[in-house]
């Protein structure tokens, strides 16, 4: 086993055939085993003996009374879409993504390509941007923070071409365009400045920048081109007549994207990305795939548009971050041994980080059974990828702003622009 922390595993670019059965990484390379790791820490909490909390069943109707709150003021015929990076193009009731589509005239398979070569970097963009930050959007006279300004963003990197080496057709992302790519470019598309700094800009840049070389080496699912866009042809060639599962979605991603994560662990010359040390699960490994799952809930859409059937979506889980986990902390659900958790600022691979993940994992996969009782509606007609958006993630950023000013989080997490 090698254990790379501060190297990103240069050896590895370009493994783009499926993980053996018996290799080690296969294992943690699932969504499977993001809900039975996390499984263990959750009955070790329940029995008393969690390291870093204490879990409060009493507190579970509750939240799935503010979250079935949230989803019907909300939506309020419960037509909630996916939990997806194409919420935050919309925001403000703008669609920003559509109007961009009809001006080129986007149609068919193509339109699936772009759709797949402005969102997988869109989302790996999707990190904390810190509390000081803004993205004036112009054309709208909007001024956003956070996940939706981050989106508007990366839609305007995207549409400027900068991701496209092949200037006939620019919105397209490509290896060249993304190996080459300037820091200046990226701070002028989301406006950063001394008074309105980004946090982890350096990061997110470089992580671009490997994204590049990843799909340089990967051609066998990015295609000669090495466009990213041709993910949607791979996936295509491996569904069952027009019906994929979710679960291949998650997995091609993981093991095609695995060495874009910097400093990771890497296992017998995988790396495993989102994914942390606990002593309390098999092996000592807890992988969550935080980004890597967004991603493949990002990814619905743009499959479903093109005429595919995504199937197995209660395969991935929720997603542990600020807005989830904050909810469950703020409302008492899950609550710290140590009052310093909600002080202290703490690096991601922290144990009580990993543990108060994990922990939010179950605990939304509980709170989503409660609110569909809630509401009336069964798994298959509200899957938890509507739980999320209706949802758990709305009400974890609706208490946090009726808790403390300007909304921030319950916790602070020193981001380097990777994980969050």
């Known amino acids: 086993m090698t254990d790379a922390r501060h190297a990103g595993a240069h050896a590895d670019i370009g493994w783009h055939t499926p993980v053996p059965q018996d290799h080690p990484a296969a294992a943690l390379l699932n969504a499977q085993a993001v809900r039975r790791q996390c499984a263990l820490v959750m009955a070790r909490t329940e029995q008393g003996n969690g390291a870093h909390f204490t879990w409060h069943p009493d507190r579970l109707a509750q939240v799935a009374c503010y979250v079935a709150d949230t989803i019907r003021m909300r939506y309020p015929d419960l037509s909630v879409p ?6 935050h193009f919309e925001t403000g009731g703008v669609d920003r993504w559509q109007q961009l589509a009809a001006q080129a005239g ?21 990190a904390g941007a810190g509390p000081d930050w803004q993205y004036l959007d112009h ?8 996940s939706e300004g ?6 305007a990197l995207f549409a400027s071409g900068a991701l496209s080496s092949d200037q006939t057709h620019p919105l397209r992302t490509d290896a060249s365009a993304l190996a080459a790519l300037a820091g200046q470019t990226v701070a002028a598309a989301f406006q950063v400045s001394h008074s309105n700094p980004l946090v982890g800009l350096a990061g997110r840049v470089e992580m671009l920048r490997r994204l590049g070389e990843v799909v340089a080496a990967t051609p066998a699912v990015f295609g000669p081109a090495r466009r990213l866009g041709n993910l949607f042809d791979y996936l ?4 069952h007549g027009k019906t994929i599962d979710a679960a291949f979605i998650l997995e091609t991603l993981l093991i095609a994207l695995g060495p874009v994560w910097p400093g990771r662990i890497v296992l017998d010359g ?21 980004l890597t799952q967004w991603l493949t809930y990002s990814m619905l859409e743009p499959l479903e548009e093109a005429g595919y059937d995504v199937v197995g979506l209660d ?4 997603l542990p971050e600020y807005r989830n986990g904050g909810l469950l902390l703020d409302l008492g659900l899950l609550q710290p041994r140590d009052p310093a958790f909600f002080t202290d600022h703490l690096a991601v691979d922290r144990p009580e980080v990993v543990e108060w993940r994990a922990l939010t994992v179950i605990g939304l996969d509980r709170v989503a059974d409660a609110v569909r009782t809630q509401l009336g509606v069964s798994a298959d007609a509200f899957p938890l990828a509507r739980v999320l958006e209706g949802g758990t993630w709305a009400a974890g950023r609706r208490i946090a702003a009726e808790r403390r000013p300007g909304g921030t989080p319950p916790v602070n997490i020193l981001s380097d622009g990777t994980v969050f």
């Not at 986007?106 to 963009?125: M, W």
């Not at 981050?150 to 839609?155: D, I, K, M, R």
């Not at 395969?315 to 929720?318: D, F, N, Y």
């Open 82 to 87: 996916y939990h997806s990076r194409w919420r």
């Open 106 to 126: 986007l149609s068919g398979s193509e339109r699936a390509r772009t759709r797949i070569d402005l969102v997988i970097p869109s989302v790996l963009l999707d």
């Open 139 to 146: 054309a709208n006279n909007m001024r956003l923070a956070r």
């Open 150 to 155: 981050l989106g508007v963003a990366s839609l």
């Open 236 to 239: 295509a060639d491996h569904a």
């Open 270 to 290: 995988v790396s495993l990305g989102d994914c942390w040390r606990h002593p309390d699960v098999d092996g000592g490994l807890l992988p969550f795939h935080k």
């Open 315 to 318: 395969r991935l889980t929720g």
